[in-house]
Every structure is written in C-alpha cells, then in structure tokens.
T-cell receptor
Framework: DADVTQTPRNRITKTGKRIMLECSQTKGHDRMYWYRQDPGLGLRLIYYSFDVKDINKGEISDGYSVSRQAQAKFSLSLESAIPNQTALYFC???????????????FGPGTRLTVL | RKEVEQDPGPFNVPEGATVAFNCTYSNSASQSFFWYRQDCRKEPKLLMSVYSSGNEDGRFTAQLNRASQYISLLIRDSKLSDSATYLCVVTVDTDKLIFGTGTRLQVFP
C-alpha cells in the first residue's frame, strides 16, 4: 500500500462550488504539506502543518483552507472554487534529520482538479 | 531573482550520452539539498540528496558548491528510462522545501 494517499485522484467541479481534497499518510511523519503544480511554475506551497495544532500559510494560501484532523490526515479545501485553481495538487510528508535539518519529502500521487 | 533557478531545457540526448544539469539558489543559509525526478503527470520522487562533499549513486553524481550557491547533477550512460523532469530542491529553513521549476530530459534511441 502507498505511504501517502490522496482522494480524489481526479475531480471536475464548477465555479463557486466547495471542494475538499484529502490526504492520508502511514509514514508517521509530523510534517505535512499541500502544493499545487502548474505548467512552467513548478511546485508552489499552499499550506503546511507540523502537528495537529500547528497550521502555517505557504506562498499561495489565498482561496484555500486546511484542516489537520489527526497526525495522519491533512485536508485542503477550496471554499468557492474558481477556474484559475485548476491545477495538479500534491500532498507531501516529511520529518527532520537528527541535526534538525529538513529531510526529504514523500509525495502522494496527486489530485487533478479542473474548475469549469 | 527566483529562490531556485534551473535551465528548463529540454535536453535531448542520445542513449549512452553524459548530461549535466545545473541549479542555483539564492539563500546562503540553505541547509539541505536534493534532486527529485518527476515523470509526466506523476508525483515527484527523491532521486538523491546532495552532500557538501559530493555524492554518487550508480550513474548519477551530485555536487554542491556552497560558495557559488550552485548544485549540479551528472547522469552518465543515459538510458531511455532516464527521460523525465529533474527538480532541484533546496531548504530555506527547517520549515519547507523550495522547488525549482525543473529541467526536462529526453533520451532518444
């Protein structure tokens, strides 16, 4: 079974609809992240969380919200979807090295979201 | 200036060729460095970490130059299966990674 899973894998929705993307992990990591990827722009950080009580905005958080329901679950919501939120969304997890430096991130398979 | 910059390519090389990718980063306090590989429409996956002394994993060699804030990836004896986008990744603090936009490699027969 995959260590990081995302649901749904594909979603088509209409402008103004509320949508939630879910992420679950079995790696036991405290740190979880949400990214979006657009052609030519690379991966951009939306939100990240260090534990259930710690949520932080990334570089493009406007229009999004998140919820860390448990160590293993981190969901991303679009309260009122708009067409320019059409993108590939990735969830990722990580932990810290012994020296405190950030370790590699493990990614889920992605959710392809289309907003019409 | 972008925090992490890469040549987007594409690099089109024949099988067996040696190809090198470069990456520059702007934050001199960055601590950790990685190369990720991403296949079309798939998630990024770690290819290798990059250490100050340089490191090698089979046909892949990564180098770090902290003074010039420069990272490189060398692929020897390219295979068709190496065709992918290679992402340079840098930490700016202990919170998060910054991803380059990637360099696309296409290996042809």
């Amino acid at each position: 079974d995959a260590d990081v899973t995302q649901t749904p894998r594909n979603r088509i929705t209409k402008t103004g609809k509320r949508i939630m993307l879910e992420c679950s992990q079995t790696k036991g990591h405290d740190r979880m992240y949400w990214y979006r990827q657009d052609p030519g722009l690379g991966l951009r950080l939306i939100y990240y969380s260090f534990d259930v009580k710690d949520i932080n905005k990334g570089e493009i958080s406007d229009g999004y919200s998140v919820s860390r329901q448990a160590q293993a679950k981190f969901s991303l919501s679009l309260e009122s979807a708009i067409p320019n939120q059409t993108a590939l969304y990735f969830c990722a997890t990580s932990d810290l090295q012994v020296n405190g430096a950030l370790n590699e991130q493990f990614f889920g398979p992605g959710t392809r979201l289309t907003v019409l | 200036r972008k925090e992490v910059e890469q040549d987007p390519g594409p690099f089109n090389v024949p099988e067996g060729a040696t190809v090198a990718f470069n990456c520059t980063y702007s934050n001199s306090a960055s601590q950790s460095f990685f190369w990720y590989r991403q296949d079309c429409r798939k998630e990024p996956k770690l290819l290798m970490s990059v250490y100050s002394s340089g490191n090698e994993d089979g046909r892949f060699t990564a180098q770090l130059n902290r003074a010039s804030q420069y990272i490189s990836l060398l692929i020897r004896d390219s295979k068709l299966s190496d065709s992918a986008t290679y992402l340079c990744v840098v930490t700016v603090d202990t919170d998060k990674l910054i991803f380059g936009t990637g360099t696309r490699l296409q290996v042809f027969p």
